[in-house]
């Protein structure tokens, strides 16, 4: 009856995005929310991906393994924070249908290397004024790691803040687990 976190996020995704759109995935991690949004962009769509960790951006071009669509994705080696400019840098005049964050660290990757308030909120921010009007942005907290309470905090402090002219937002989580990740779905006006 209830998805997993994670596969919600990627079926509210799924019935934003058409054939042709692009969509960002700003933490890459280990590339499946990025095969995911390829597959669902199709040929003529586009899909650019975030991270800072080379082996992020190389395990993420491992599982572009369906026929295209290694060729409809951009992997940049950078923060997300500076989203807003790297996209109209590779994709000027165009703005994304569908945004997806999945904050924390990389499973198997370098704990240090784990997303943090200071840049995820200006992320937040720039995707918000990017997304298309009806697009949307999902953004998956873990409270359990270090420093993911912090953000988790941050996050949903900055999501109840959106006034609700600009943009609806919903909270998606198991209540009753113990630092359970939440899904935040945030659908600009």
Known sequence: MFHPILNQAH??????LRPGDLAVDATVGNGRDTAIL???????????GFDLQQDALDAASARLTSPGTADRVTLVRTGHEGMARVVAQHFPGRRPKAVMFNLGYRPGG??????????????????LDIVLPGGIITIVCYPGHAGGKDEQDAVLAWARAIPSVRATVVLYQFWNAVNA?????????
């Open 11 to 16: 079926a509210w995704v799924e019935r934003v």
């Open 38 to 48: 390829a597959e669902r962009v199709g040929p003529g769509g586009r899909v650019i």
């Open 110 to 127: 370098d704990r240090a290397f784990a997303t943090r308030p200071v840049t995820t909120l200006p992320a937040l921010a720039a995707a």
């Open 181 to 189: 990740p939440c899904l935040l779905a945030v659908t600009p006006k």
